[in-house]
């Protein structure tokens, strides 16, 4: 049962470079499957939903910080969020978990495909095993979440899919390039999808970050090569999950309505 959000209960404000994030009605309610929610982009994707009311589920591969982070959101949210853990590389293990999240929420209004790894290496060190395993871990389940939640959106007349690519691919970076593979196969997945599903209004674009600043990229960069990303950028500044989070919120709300089949950056202009 889906329950109106009373006009007394407080609702989570989450904030953007330190200011309130804008509200959008349309979200309220609204039933959400996250992939790869646990933590970087993805815990930011979590919690800007639930502030916004949404009914929120989300899977991931890490459990404790997966948990932390529905403690740390249910106090004082209209709908707590719900997690599940999954290896989105077993295709059998995804679907089985898509059904439930589905079954649990009563529907699913919004996908967004965030999961994926980003991990180094160079062209002599890819084999067919390592291939098949990148390929599933960044590409393939993109595609069968989408499938998966695409006959429950047909039923409700609507919905809404954001893949996840990468601003990675379209500056050509260094020991990637079976992830710049996948995310620039993740663009013309997004763009057949959207032929596919238009007319059953089902909405489907593709989300491209630039460097966000998340523990896990932390890990790649010293100062020194995050102030050359700096400026290699427009804009001053890191990028953050937040920022990322209020493009999805809005190309999942009814306010981005007529917009699919297409890639949105949030980069600061990284060139």
């Not at 998966?148 to 970076?173: D, Q, Y």
């Not at 990637?176 to 599903?197: C, F, H, N, P, W």
């Not at 593709?206 to 960069?221: D, F, K, L, S």
Request: hydrophobic letters at 45%; charged letters at 20%; a negative charge.
């Amino acid at each position: 049962m889906i329950h109106a959000i009373p006009e007394n209960q407080p609702v989570l404000q989450a904030k953007v470079a330190g200011e309130p994030r804008a509200t959008y009605p349309s979200l309220a309610d609204k039933r959400v499957i996250i992939t790869g929610g646990g933590s970087g982009i993805g815990e930011g994707l979590v919690e800007a939903f639930v502030a916004q009311g949404a009914q929120v589920a989300f899977v991931d591969i890490v459990d404790l910080p997966s948990r932390a982070l529905v403690e740390r959101l249910a106090p004082g949210a209209a709908h707590a969020p719900l997690f599940r853990h999954c290896d989105l590389t077993d295709i059998d293990s995804l679907k089985r978990a898509m059904a439930e999240l589905e079954h649990g929420l009563g529907g699913v209004d919004i996908l967004v495909n965030n999961a994926a790894n980003d991990d180094r290496h160079t062209i002599e060190q890819v084999t067919p095993e390592y291939w098949d395993e990148r390929m599933a871990v960044n590409l393939r389940h993109q595609f069968f979440a989408a499938q998966a939640v695409v006959p429950a959106m047909k039923r409700a007349g609507r919905g809404v899919i954001l893949n996840f690519g990468s601003i990675s691919w379209h500056l050509g970076l260094n020991d990637l390039v079976l992830y710049q593979t996948a995310k620039a196969a993740i663009e013309g997945m997004t763009r057949s999808m959207a032929r596919d599903l238009g007319r059953a209004n089902i909405r489907v674009n593709t989300i491209v970050p630039g460097n966000v600043q998340t523990p896990r990229q932390e890990r790649w960069y010293t100062p020194e090569s995050e102030a050359e990303i700096v400026s290699a950028q427009c804009l001053d500044g890191r990028i953050q999950p937040a920022d990322v989070a209020a493009l999805v919120l809005f190309l999942a709300s009814d306010d981005a309505r007529m917009c699919t089949g297409h890639d949105y950056f949030v980069d600061a202009g990284w060139r």
